[in-house]
Nanobody
Framework: QVRLVESGGGLVHPGGSLRLSCAAS????????MGWFRQAPGKEREFVAA????????YYLDSVKGRFTISRDNAKNTVYLQMNSLKPDDTAVYFC????????????????WGQGTQVTVSS
């Protein structure tokens, strides 16, 4: 059974940092792409970042490039999202997702989702 468990969310001041973790189990990792999405109140869920388990290619939403970094730890079956220079606009529930396919930016690529973790950026 596939399971994705996020952790690391919280309240942070503008300019601060957080690191989100996604512990994965039950996946055939070699064929997967792992992604982070976020959903703010009243808005659509949007792509944030993704990484291919094999090869490690990464993909980012333009507005987070240079501030967020996605990485993976093969030994721990865990994906991370390091978020620096956080802004109030980054406030959302962040979801980890796993899937396979050619387009890492598309929600339709992802078949398994975690429960989400809240990130709030406020002074």
């Amino acid at each position: 059974q596939v399971r994705l468990v996020e952790s690391g969310g919280g309240l942070v001041h503008p300019g601060g940092s957080l690191r989100l973790s996604c512990a994965a189990s039950g996946l055939i990792f070699n064929s997967y792409v792992m992604g982070w999405f976020r959903q703010a109140p009243g808005k659509e869920r949007e792509f944030v970042a993704a990484i291919r388990w094999t090869g490690g290619s990464t993909y980012y939403l333009d507005s987070v490039k240079g501030r967020f970094t996605i990485s993976r730890d093969n030994a721990k079956n865990t994906v991370y999202l390091q978020m620096n220079s956080l802004k109030p606009d980054d406030t959302a529930v962040y979801f980890c997702a796993a899937g396979w396919g050619a387009d890492p930016y598309s929600r339709s690529t992802y078949k398994k989702w975690g429960q989400g973790t809240q990130v709030t950026v406020s002074s």
